[in-house]
């Protein structure tokens, strides 16, 4: 069967599906309903092929692991993992409850229809259906497009787990040992002095004593040989035995060598027979090399070959990489251990499967380099689609990193949020739109270039736009300490390739999604850029301004705005013209010395009147007027935007070093920084404007939650329940201090602290005060097209 879907509620952070709940239109589903009300499953679309799951420290994403290998097999439901901040979160006899889960599953060939139809004999081929485990309640399905439950029996339901995909879930935090005993190879199980350190203990207890009797010897030795055999297991033991079976993997399962041949290897150390020994191990090394095919998938070390070396009573597995020096792991880094311990434990792991299954991987990415995910991800891929027509699998995985994510196949991205308080994980909608593209097919190559999830988002127009505004960011940040300039962890700069693709790139980022990240647009003041600018404060989305008219940033605007003159022939347009001409012909200098390969004397053709005079020329941009005159000072030469804005960069940076400054670099700087410290506080009120958006819609969704699940009556304690809710979903600021002073009075005027098990008296009423409260006073003068009223009325815009 093929995996589509996973749903959970009320499992660890996974309390209930918060947005479906208080979109406007959606309907409840009898089985997601309780006497309490309504709480929709979390709901997780799985890729037919690979599933990466991503998000912020603890949003949830192991959990996702746990919830699925429950959901397929049964097995794990607690009640100790029931979410602790739902609601239904008790001790009291009679209300303890567990976790709920389901499974959305399609079936692929007859003996699965077969299985189903016994359940449900109006199943066809290909039929979808969703697999529910309510807690401890009794197990049942629902087809796709039906709404009837079909209970399920005991045996009908063995009977569908037995042809329901397995799951195999990858050890992401084993890694290979450095070396195996030969005695437990031989024998196929392990002994308690197979392990060197007790061994060493034991010999060390033995040697230099001088004993008379056997007795003495005896009474010396035993103790510390049943000091071992009874000590009990520690964590590093267990890790020790896990090691090493995942190395007789490597040998016996993968490299196919018999086991007998250890015993061989045993005995020809015990007679020092060299030429057996050496004979032997040699045969080992081509086994491995043969059947291994390791090459193939680590990119890092074309040259790389994996050995055995015998030592006494070892196996020591060493790395003899493109200098032909052997290594230990332990000389190594932990990510070739742990790359080859996932490609080990994958190998074996297929020669053992008969059928198609799910795999999952936590955080696989932890020890591995860049280089080395991309090489992870292609042995990923290998096992979820073969080359070789075998059976496909499914794959889940956690991460943290970009590298680890296929740049290519952005529907495969799935990105999980914590919500504020007791909302618990969600699924972002439009992940490779809102937070995390390639959408290289769509957008282009340069957005291809950039990853985006979450944070402030600033686009511009082109990349030297993103290199300039980048590099002099960088470099005030780390030379002047008046302004926070932008801060490159926190923002992405996207160049949208044109004017006319930053409306379309900013709303792609901002998406349909409830959480959108702040975004600010920056047009140049040409035709270009004014038209640009006007269309994308006339666009509207459902009745919204896709960003606020004070995140449209204009060049030209701005600078008349902020009285900025670099030079009094420069009509400021663009971010180039913030850059003097004296700096530019500085910056030209060395962009002709770089790329075209001259001398500084050559160099020294394009001259400052020079450019000036291009500059009145073309109507006052120094780009224009400085292209020119370096075309005509270097024999027709051509100079990239680009490569303008990296020489820019590097004069910024170079002066730090020297301590000298060049001719117009202070005007330059002076510019600059004003710039980017307006860009950088725009996007700072984005990102508030934002949170405090959230915190109204929270709000208006607890307010439609309430009025969905209460249309006549409330107990008082639920009532109760209710304030603290409302009262935990708004922030620190002046209107959210009016809605507690009003929470307050509510609770006062209803006498909600007396008889809590009675309902509330007239609820008429009460229900007209809580829909009453909101924050929209922020939004009114804020550009957006509708108050938190209206949020309430349309939270799926």
């Known amino acids: 069967m093929k995996l589509e879907r996973l749903e959970t509620r009320f499992f660890k ?86 976790p709920e889960f389901g499974v959305g599953l ?25 697999l529910y485990r309510p807690g401890h309640e009794p197990a049942f399905l629902l087809l796709h497009g039906h709404s009837t439950i079909v209970e399920i029996a005991a045996a009908q339901l063995a009977a569908l787990e037995a042809v329901l995909p397995p799951v195999f879930r990858l050890r992401t935090n084993l890694g290979m040992p450095d070396s195996l005993s030969i005695d437990a190879l031989a024998d196929g199980f392990q002994q308690p002095f197979d392990s060197r350190r007790r061994r060493s203990a034991l010999f060390g207890a033995i040697r230099g004593g001088a004993w008379a009797a056997a007795a003495d010897f005896g009474a010396h030795l035993f103790p510390v040989w049943q000091g071992y055999l009874s000590a009990p297991d520690t964590e590093a033991e267990k890790r020790r035995r896990e090691e090493f079976e995942l190395g007789r993997k490597l040998l016996v399962e993968i490299a196919g060598i ?44 074309n040259d790389f070959e994996l050995e055995v070396k015998a030592r006494e009573h070892e196996l020591a597995l060493v790395i003899k990489d493109r200098t ?72 889940v995985y956690v991460t943290h990193s970009p590298f680890l994510i296929d740049r290519n196949a952005g529907q495969r991205l799935r990105v999980l949020d914590k919500g504020a308080e007791d909302e ?67 923002v992405t700069i996207v160049p949208s390739g044109s004017a006319e693709s930053i409306p379309y790139m900013v709303f792609l980022a901002r998406g349909r999604d409830q959480i959108k990240p702040a975004c600010v647009a920056l047009f140049d003041g040409d035709k270009a850029g004014k038209d640009a600018a006007a269309n994308m404060r006339e666009r509207l989305i459902h009745r919204r301004a896709v960003i606020p008219g004070d995140c449209i940033f204009e060049f030209d605007v701005w600078a008349a705005s902020q009285s900025i003159s670099v030079h009094a022939d420069i009509v400021i347009r663009e971010i180039e013209d913030l850059v003097h001409p004296a700096f530019a012909t500085s910056a030209a200098h060395a962009h002709a010395q770089l790329i075209e390969g001259i001398d500084e004397l050559a160099a020294a053709a394009l ?24 075309g005509k000072a270097y024999d027709g030469a051509h100079m990239e935007k680009v490569g303008f804005a990296r020489a820019v960069v590097e004069l ?23 710039l980017v410290a307006d860009l950088s506080d725009r996007l700072a009120s984005a990102s508030a404007e934002e949170t405090q958006r959230r915190g109204d819609r929270r709000l208006a969704g607890k307010i439609r939650e309430f009025e969905r699940d209460y249309r006549d009556s409330i107990p008082k304690r639920r009532a109760r329940s209710l304030l603290r809710e409302i009262d935990l979903v708004l922030d620190a600021s002046a209107e959210a201090d009016h809605v507690r002073v ?47 009223v209206s949020e309430r009325d349309g939270l799926d815009e």
């Open 424 to 490: 618990g994980t969600r699924v972002v909608k439009d992940a490779t739109q809102n937070h995390y593209e390639p959408l290289r097919t769509s957008l282009g190559s340069t957005v291809a270039e950039t990853a985006f999830i979450g944070g402030s988002n600033l686009f511009v127009e082109g990349l030297a736009d993103q290199v300039m505004l980048a590099g002099a960011s960088a470099h005030f940040r780390r030379t002047y300490d008046d302004h926070d300039y932008l801060d490159l962890n926190e």
């Open 13 to 98: 952070s996974f309390n209930f599906d918060y947005e479906r709940k208080w979109k406007e239109g959606t309907e409840p589903a009898a089985w997601e309903d309780t006497a309490d009300g309504w709480f929709p499953f979390v709901r997780v679309k799985i890729d037919p092929t690979i599933t990466a799951i991503v998000g912020a420290n603890e949003a949830g994403k192991t959990q996702l692991l746990d919830a699925l290998e429950i959901a397929l097999t049964g097995n794990g439901i607690d009640e100790g993992d029931f979410c602790r901040y739902s609601t239904f979160y008790s001790v009291e006899k009679g209300r303890v409850r567990a």
């Open 652 to 674: 910024l940076e170079s002066s730090v070093v020297s301590g000298v400054r060049l001719a117009g670099q202070d005007e330059t700087e002076r510019a600059m920084r004003t």
């Open 607 to 630: 001259t400052e009147a020079s450019v000036v005079a291009a500059v009145s020329a073309k109507k006052g941009s120094l780009w224009d007027g400085l292209s020119a005159a370096y």
């Open 742 to 788: 009003e929470l307050g009075t509510i609770r006062r005027d209803f006498d909600l602290d007396q008889r809590i098990s009675d309902p509330v008296p007239d609820f008429d009423s009460f229900k007209a005060r809580i829909v009453g409260l909101s924050l929209g006073q922020r939004y009114r003068d804020q550009g957006f097209a509708t108050a938190a």
């Open 258 to 301: 018999d086991p007998a041949s250890f015993g061989r290897l045993r005995t020809a150390i015990a007679n020092e027979e060299e030429g057996e020994i050496e004979g032997l191990v040699r045969a080992m090394n081509i086994a491995i090399a043969d059947n291994l095919n390791f090459k193939r998938w680590w990119s890092q070390d």
């Open 106 to 130: 399609q079936v692929e060939d007859e003996n699965e229809l077969a299985v189903l139809q016994a359940i449900a004999p109006q199943s066809v081929v290909g039929q979808r259906f969703t």
């Open 324 to 395: 032909r020096a052997s290594y230990s792991f332990d000389e190594r880094s932990q990510g070739l251990r742990f790359f080859l311990s996932y490609f080990v434990q994958l190998t074996a792991h297929r020669r053992e499967v008969t059928g198609a299954e799910v795999m999952l991987l936590d955080e696989p990415d932890a020890y591995l380099s860049s280089r080395g995910q991309q090489d992870l991800l292609r042995v990923i891929a290998d096992y979820a689609l073969p080359d070789d027509g075998s059976h496909k699998h499914q794959v």
